[in-house]
């Protein structure tokens, strides 16, 4: 077998349509993904089990219109590349991938023109990912989970995130920064639905985390066990920003919400 094998997949002029799913699955020796010109696929977008397979990149696709997008269990996968994708359907699960890879720098996921999806989004338990590219994000239609993600580096950016489940960001070793601002104005703001939370734990290597123009969170925002945290923010539409307390190693302190604020933030 070919070490080098690659998967070439080009559409017509103007973007092809697969009216049904796309399937990339249990391909021993599959190294790389190429799929251009393909505009739509109609079921689901599936890369799972391909133990070789270190970079899928998909241009020109902008909608998987029924079905998930995901990315499953791809031992040395490093570059999931999915620049022009606006809309999924259902989910968008990026979980267990590269944890055998190491012969090559940890690379990108490249959802940066994703606006919306029909279900959750998962990055969960990859190795090889030092980027989520998703600053384009607008509604999430499940939970927001960016979990035990070993090799994350750079800051999780979203500019103008107007609707999600709860947000989970927890276990990332080397994650920085958090950064995501509701919608444009009041209108926009971030809505959660009743009784969900914010939740920001185990990151021992953040420094920062901000969420701007939220509308009210009936949950919690909860903010531990951060070892290197320096300054979390949360501002609600409308309202002053407020700043989470934040223990420093040398006094000792335990930082805690006032009774009733539906703030928790602690180490």
Do not use: H, W
């Not at 968008?92 to 090559?104: D, H, I, L, Q, W």
């Not at 509701?182 to 926009?188: H, L, Q």
């Amino acid at each position: 077998p070919d070490p080098t094998a690659a998967l070439n997949i080009s559409g017509a002029p103007g973007g092809a349509v697969i009216g049904g799913a796309l399937v990339v699955s249990d391909n021993s020796m599959l190294r790389a993904v190429s799929c251009i010109g393909v505009a739509s696929v109609g079921g689901q977008l599936l890369l799972e089990k391909n133990g070789q397979l270190l970079n899928a990149t998909v241009v020109g696709l902008q909608s998987v219109t029924q079905g998930r997008v995901a990315a499953l269990s791809n031992a040395r996968l490093d570059t999931l590349d999915l620049r022009d994708l606006i809309d999924v359907g259902e989910e968008c699960n990026v979980t267990g991938n590269g944890a055998s890879g190491a012969e090559r720098p940890p690379g990108v996921v490249n959802l940066g023109a994703l606006q919306s999806t029909g279900g959750g989004f998962d990055l969960v338990r990859n190795a090889r990912f030092a980027q989520l590219l998703s600053s384009g994000f607008l509604t999430c239609g499940g939970a927001f989970r960016v979990l035990a993600n070993v090799a994350l580096v750079d800051p999780i950016a979203i500019a103008a995130f107007e609707e999600s489940g709860p947000i989970a960001i927890t276990s990332n070793a080397d994650l920085t920064a958090v950064d995501i601002v509701g919608g444009a104005d009041a209108a926009t703001a971030l809505v959660l639905p009743p009784d969900e939370s914010v939740t920001v734990t185990d990151n021992p290597s953040l420094v920062f985390a901000r969420f701007t123009n939220l509308a009210t969170v009936s949950g919690e925002y909860y903010v531990a066990n951060n070892a290197e945290l320096e300054e979390a923010i949360f501002t609600e539409a409308n309202l002053p920003p407020t700043a989470a307390p934040v223990a420093t190693p040398s006094d000792g302190a335990q930082p805690t919400a006032a009774p009733g604020d539906g703030l928790d933030c602690s180490l």
